[in-house]
């Protein structure tokens, strides 16, 4: 497997992105997985406020969770009526 070089924001030198996570201290998965997404520049290197970044993931399960919920009781709901009401015999 032949190594990936792309520029490193903070000099213009051209590295390896092992070599750019060794400099920034980012995991070198992090770089590649960004790199693969398209990321180039300060947004490969960038890093994470866990802080913000847990509240996002909090957010959107607590979203998927409602939406969840909402479909189960409008099951529930549909289920509970009579027949009659649902158009049957």
Request: hydrophobic residues 35%.
């Amino acid at each position: 497997m032949s190594a990936i070089y792309t520029k490193d924001p903070s000099t213009g030198e051209r590295v390896t992105l092992s070599e750019l996570a060794k400099r920034h201290g980012v995991h070198v998965s992090t770089i590649s997985r960004r790199y693969g997404e398209g990321k180039r520049g300060q947004a490969l290197v960038a890093h994470v406020d866990m802080h913000v970044h847990l509240a996002e993931q909090n957010a959107k399960a607590h979203e998927a969770a409602e939406r969840r919920k909402a479909i189960i009781l409008l099951s529930m709901n549909a289920l509970s009526r009579p027949l009659k009401q649902l158009g049957g015999n």
